[in-house]
Each structure stands twice: as structure tokens, then as C-alpha cells.
């Protein structure tokens, strides 16, 4: 892969990045940085700007505002530099499925102008990476959602990139399958790789070692996964579980002392500003309305609590109201 | 809630073959009102052909399934009248609106005016959908298209609710939303089955099927399923999580050590034992080590050391 760089090298710089389609603000001011080896997850709801953040990054959007530098190149300035030195997966997964592992892999090699004894290593090593070196005369129509997962990535890597963008791209593959890709991002970024990924799965954003939240166009957070639970939230959460969560859920939505409540499985999370504080209330509305609870206690946020307090807030107040 | 009513669904000895391969075999299960049942498995273990079974829409090769007291195979048309199924891709009208859609469904199913206007409302507005009443299908995001998929599946009341990956490319907001909606009919009883690749979703669910190869592996509660875990986990959060996982992986007692962003979650034997042993070793080699906790494991955990074998993808 890329020889190893200095931890310190910035691979993404982003200032003030701001992307506008008429009067609408799509990226409105986005700045950060991102270093080699380092995994950013972009999270965000549908329509936020998470993708078009990414087209901006990669060189296929020129930005409207601001200025971004990739693999030290500006993309505005030298789009098609930029694209020589980031590899791009996205939730599609772009194979063509009537040709070979290997004929894609060559396809791809030759596009990003990958020849000769090099290409001839690059592919041995996707082949390897995606665990296909017995399959590489199958068709791609043939493998199952994980196998074509990590085929897609070994393609987008044909080129050695400094940088890998992925594009949701684990959407419909299973649990095992997924872990495994993991697996691969972080070989990858052990060696010196950067990689920005998009995902709307929390277990997910948990893999990345900084997440930034995005809504509305704007960069609202940014940090480790236990930084963003330790200190974006406002107030605690309160964990109630009970055999009647839906009924629970009536009768807390709205009350006094609660910010908001979300189902969780058999429990609920309370968002209240004081747990300590709060709590007797909420035993007595819930006594009040005759609901029996097992356990009630505070807990540490989960990232999906932060997500939706910092992303949602008006939206959770909205379905809230009767 | 509490007294044990006869179950909703009852499914037994259910068996799908696909030329010679057996998609689904020997399924046994009952359901009750007011249950989110979930399916998670690997691709291909049988999720969809589950469903499609259970929707009435696929004949079994073997096997019965009674739904409300009606033989789902013997009398399709009438369990289906109980049924509502969602399939991975609902099949919405893109170029109407997204009062049209709901109209088509409630008019499909048979639904009163006074009735079906309330029903629409309430849905609408538990989803935040109601400010887009006006727009196409075809110009709502994939979120709201699940969303709007979700009203019309519900526009008629049903017993059983059949959810195929409903929530695939939703974002967590809107997933919410959805598991909101869910909630409510829980409350008013009835009978969900949910197939799901994702595992926080899964967590959501009253119980869970761990499908593999169209067999039900294991089947419980997510809290009883967690407990058959083998091994615990240790979660350390460190910023040097690379070489710590190095460090941990060669340790004795530790059967696993994964990477998760900030932190490594190593899955040992015997946390109480192991805990001073890696932070010495860990000290030893010079990584600086934040809190060190043990964690519960998660489904995806239980999942991935359950269902994983070797050399499968």
C-alpha cells in the first residue's frame, strides 16, 4: 500500500466549505481535517449533505465557497490530480456483474492507469485482501453480498490511493460479512490510509475514530465515538424497562420533566436535564397510569441518543406533540 | 399483557426447498400478540423466504402455518385479509402523490373514507410525514419512500405485520420514527415479525430467530441470547488502539480482540481475571490506556461469535 506516512500528515483539509444549488445551502461552511491512517464517518440523516460533501471531496463538485485540499492538491483547482490519489466505493458497488472477479479487476486497474508488473501485484494483492485468490474466474452475478463487497473495495485500492471514500458501503451485507470489511479498513488504515465513510448504522460509526455529525448542511459535531457520548449531550439519559414499553412511551411522551423517550427493545430511553432529579417524577407517572417497570436506572448515552438530540431536536419535539 | 393467550402465529415444521437446496427447513414457532418477533441471519439463511412464506405469497413444500386460526396454506385469501406484508421494495406509485398512494392502498384493501382519513392522519403524523402529503413518490428520499411504505402496509388494521429490511438505507431519525409507529401497534396488539441485517435494530425486538442455512439456530429473548456468549468482554479505550490490539491478541485468555474506533473490545475468558493482565501488558509495552470496563456484549457480538464458522464469508 502507500508507504507509511507520518501520523501527522493532513490528507483533507477542508476550510469553510460551502456548496449552494440556487437558494438552497447543500454545504453550508464544513471544516476539518483529516490525517494518514485516520477512519472519519460521516453521519447524518438522508439529505443532509453527507454525499454531497464527498462529490465535493472527490473532485466531481466544484464548491461554491471555501477551499479543500486532498492528497495536496485543491479540488477546484485540480480535480482530476485529486481523483489520481482517492479510491471511491459506493452503496452500489459499481461491478459489472457479467464479467470475472479478475476481468473487473483488470478493468478497474486499467482505468486508474495501474499497468505492467505493477498491475500484475495490485492484483494478486485485491484478490488476496477480499479472500478470492480460489474464485478469481467467477462471475461476479454469482457472489454472494459480502464476497462482492470486498471485491468492490479491492478494486477501489487497485491504484494504491492515499485516501478511500466509501459510500455507504455495507448497506443489505450480514453482520459477519461486515465485520470482516472492518477488518480490511483498518489493515488499510494501519497503513497510512485515510478513509471517509458514510453510514446510517451507529454499531457501525462505532468502528470510526472520529465522527462527524452532519445536518442541514452543517458540520453540528465532531469527535471520537466516546468523546461525542461523554460530552455532546445535553441532560442524562434514564433507562426504563418494563412489560408494556408502548404504553410507557404514551404516557411519557410530552410530560413535564422529559425531553424526549425512545423505544428501546423492551426499555425506553428518557432524555431528562437531571436524572437524579427527575426520576421520582417519572415513577409517578408512571404509578399514576397503573404501569409496572422491572428496572429504572441512568445510563451512558449511546451514540444513536446523541445523534438524535443533536440532529433532531426539533423533529423529536414535532412527534412529540398529538 | 400478561395472561397467555392462544399465539397469533403458529408456524410449525415449516419447509422450502429450492430445486434439491433447502431454504428454510424444519421452521417451528409461535407468536404472540403484542410480540416483535426478529429474523437475523447471513444472506442467503432463509429471512426473505420466511416472510414470503408467512405472507402467504410462497407455498411451503412442508409444514403448516396458522395465522388468527386460519390455515395460511389451505386458505391464503383469507389469512391474507389478517396479514400485512412489506417487502424490501414496496411497490409505490412514484408519479403519484403521497395522499394518491395511501388512497390506492386504502381503496386496495377496502378501507371506509371516515376510517381510513383518521387512520392516514395519525401514521402520517407519527412519522413527520405530514408536512409532504403534496409530494410525488418518486421525489421523497429513501427514508420517507420506507416511511410512506410503512402507511400504506398499515392503512388497514392488521393482525399480523410482515417486515422484510424495512429499515435498509433509513436514517437512524426516521428509523425512530418507524420503530414509533411499531410501538403503538404493539400496544393496541398486534403480532410483528421483522427480518433485519442490523443488529441495533434487532436488540429492538421482543425476541430473536438466529438463522443459518434455513435453520432457526438459536431462538430467545435478546437478553437471554446474550447470555450465551461465550467468553466477556473487556472494552479499553486507548489512542494507540492498533498496537494495543496486537498487544491484547497474543495474550493468553483471550479468545478475540476487535478494533473499535477510540477503543479494542477483547473478549476473554474470565474478565475479572484478565483485566490486571492486560493492563500490565499493555503498560508494559508503552500504550497508554484510558478506562478500562467490562461491557455487555452486543447481538452483533453474540452474533459474529455464534453464527461465524470457518472460512465462510
Known amino acids: 500500500?502507500?508507504?507509511?506516512?507520518?501520523?501527522?500528515?493532513?490528507?483533507?483539509?477542508?476550510?469553510?466549505?460551502?456548496?449552494?444549488?440556487?437558494?438552497?445551502?447543500?454545504?453550508?461552511?464544513?471544516?476539518?481535517?483529516?490525517?494518514?491512517?485516520?477512519?472519519?464517518?460521516?453521519?447524518?440523516?438522508?439529505?443532509?449533505?453527507?454525499?454531497?460533501?464527498?462529490?465535493?471531496?472527490?473532485?466531481?463538485?466544484?464548491?461554491?465557497?471555501?477551499?479543500?485540499?486532498?492528497?495536496?492538491?485543491?479540488?477546484?483547482?485540480?480535480?482530476?490530480?485529486?481523483?489520481?490519489?482517492?479510491?471511491?466505493?459506493?452503496?452500489?458497488?459499481?461491478?459489472?456483474?457479467?464479467?470475472?472477479?479478475?476481468?473487473?479487476?483488470?478493468?478497474?486497474?486499467?482505468?486508474?492507469?495501474?499497468?505492467?508488473?505493477?498491475?500484475?501485484?495490485?492484483?494478486?494483492?485485491?484478490?488476496?485482501?477480499?479472500?478470492?485468490?480460489?474464485?478469481?474466474?467467477?462471475?461476479?452475478?454469482?457472489?454472494?453480498?459480502?464476497?462482492?463487497?470486498?471485491?468492490?473495495?479491492?478494486?477501489?485500492?487497485?491504484?494504491?490511493?492515499?485516501?478511500?471514500?466509501?459510500?455507504?458501503?455495507?448497506?443489505?451485507?450480514?453482520?459477519?460479512?461486515?465485520?470482516?470489511?472492518?477488518?480490511?479498513?483498518?489493515?488499510?488504515?494501519?497503513e497510512g490510509v485515510s478513509v471517509v465513510i458514510t453510514t446510517h448504522y451507529m454499531d457501525e460509526a462505532e468502528y470510526c475514530n472520529r465522527i462527524a455529525l452532519i445536518n442541514a448542511g452543517k458540520l453540528v459535531a465532531l469527535g471520537s465515538p466516546s468523546e461525542l457520548k461523554r460530552s455532546a449531550i445535553h441532560g442524562e439519559i434514564l433507562l426504563v424497562e418494563g412489560d408494556n414499553p408502548g404504553a410507557m412511551l404514551e404516557a411519557l411522551e410530552g410530560a413535564p420533566a422529559v425531553r424526549d423517550v425512545a423505544p428501546f427493545g423492551s426499555s425506553l430511553h428518557i432524555v431528562v436535564d437531571d436524572a437524579a432529579r427527575d426520576r421520582p417524577a417519572i415513577e409517578a407517572l408512571l404509578k399514576q397510569r397503573e404501569l409496572q417497570w422491572s428496572r429504572i436506572e441512568p445510563i451512558k448515552p449511546t451514540l444513536e441518543d446523541v445523534f438524535v438530540q443533536l440532529v433532531g431536536g426539533d423533529r423529536a419535539k414535532g412527534a412529540a406533540a398529538p | 399483557m400478561s395472561e397467555p393467550a392462544k399465539p397469533v402465529i403458529e408456524v410449525r415444521n415449516l419447509t422450502k426447498r429450492f430445486g434439491g437446496a433447502a431454504a428454510v427447513q424444519g421452521l417451528t414457532l409461535d407468536c404472540a400478540k403484542g410480540e416483535v418477533f426478529g429474523f437475523v441471519g447471513p444472506d442467503g439463511a432463509g429471512k426473505t423466504t420466511i416472510m414470503r412464506l408467512l405472507a402467504a405469497v410462497m407455498t411451503p413444500d412442508e409444514g403448516s402455518i396458522v395465522i388468527e386460526g386460519v390455515d395460511v396454506v389451505g386458505a391464503p385469501e383469507l389469512a391474507r385479509s389478517h396479514i400485512s406484508y412489506m417487502p424490501q421494495r414496496f411497490g409505490l406509485y412514484e408519479d403519484l402523490t403521497v395522499d394518491e398512494n395511501i388512497e390506492f392502498f386504502a381503496d386496495l384493501f377496502g378501507i371506509e373514507r371516515g376510517m381510513r382519513d383518521e387512520r392516514a392522519a395519525r401514521l402520517l403524523g407519527a412519522s413527520g410525514m405530514t408536512p409532504f402529503r403534496k409530494r410525488r413518490a418518486g421525489q421523497l428520499s429513501g427514508g420517507m419512500k420506507q416511511k410512506l411504505g410503512l402507511t400504506c402496509s398499515l392503512i388497514h388494521t392488521p393482525k399480523v405485520l410482515l417486515l422484510d429490511e424495512p429499515t435498509a438505507g433509513v436514517d437512524p431519525l426516521s428509523r425512530r420514527d418507524f420503530w414509533r409507529i411499531l410501538y403503538g401497534l404493539r400496544a393496541e396488539g398486534v403480532a410483528i415479525v421483522i427480518a433485519t441485517s442490523y443488529l441495533d435494530e434487532a436488540e429492538r425486538c421482543t425476541r430473536l430467530g438466529l438463522l443459518r442455512q434455513g435453520r432457526m439456530a438459536y431462538c430467545d429473548t435478546p437478553e437471554a441470547l446474550k447470555r450465551l456468549m461465550p467468553g466477556e468482554i473487556i472494552a479499553i479505550s486507548t489512542q494507540q488502539a492498533r498496537e494495543a490490539r496486537e498487544i491484547i491478541a497474543s495474550l493468553e485468555g483471550v479468545k478475540g480482540a476487535i478494533l473499535m474506533g477510540d477503543s479494542v473490545h477483547a473478549v476473554v475468558d474470565d474478565a475479572g481475571r484478565r483485566s490486571a493482565e492486560l493492563k500490565a501488558a499493555l503498560d508494559r509495552a508503552g500504550v497508554l490506556v484510558g478506562d478500562m470496563e467490562r461491557i455487555a456484549p452486543s447481538i452483533e457480538d453474540l452474533f459474529v461469535s455464534l453464527l461465524t464458522t470457518e472460512g465462510k464469508g
Open chain 1, 1 to 190: 500500500m502507500t508507504s507509511p506516512a507520518p501520523a501527522s500528515e493532513i490528507r483533507i483539509a477542508a476550510d469553510k466549505l460551502t456548496k449552494r444549488f440556487g437558494d438552497f445551502i447543500a454545504v453550508n461552511a464544513v471544516s476539518f481535517e483529516a490525517r494518514a491512517g485516520e477512519i472519519i464517518g460521516f453521519l447524518g440523516p438522508n439529505g443532509a449533505g453527507k454525499s454531497t460533501t464527498i462529490r465535493i471531496l472527490t473532485g466531481l463538485l466544484r464548491p461554491s465557497g471555501g477551499k479543500a485540499i486532498v492528497a495536496g492538491f485543491d479540488v477546484a483547482r485540480s480535480p482530476e490530480r485529486v481523483r489520481e490519489h482517492i479510491g471511491y466505493m459506493s452503496q452500489k458497488f459499481s461491478l459489472y456483474s457479467d464479467l470475472s472477479v479478475m476481468e473487473n479487476l483488470r478493468f478497474f486497474g486499467g482505468v486508474y492507469g495501474v499497468k505492467g508488473a505493477r498491475l500484475e501485484k495490485r492484483l494478486k494483492f485485491a484478490v488476496g485482501m477480499a479472500g478470492l485468490t480460489d474464485r478469481t474466474d467467477a462471475l461476479v452475478a454469482d457472489l454472494s453480498g459480502g464476497w462482492k463487497q470486498r471485491l468492490a473495495l479491492g478494486c477501489a485500492v487497485m491504484h494504491e490511493p492515499a485516501i478511500l471514500f466509501l459510500d455507504e458501503p455495507t448497506s443489505g451485507v450480514d453482520p459477519a460479512s461486515r465485520r470482516r470489511f472492518w477488518d480490511l479498513i483498518y489493515s488499510l488504515a494501519g
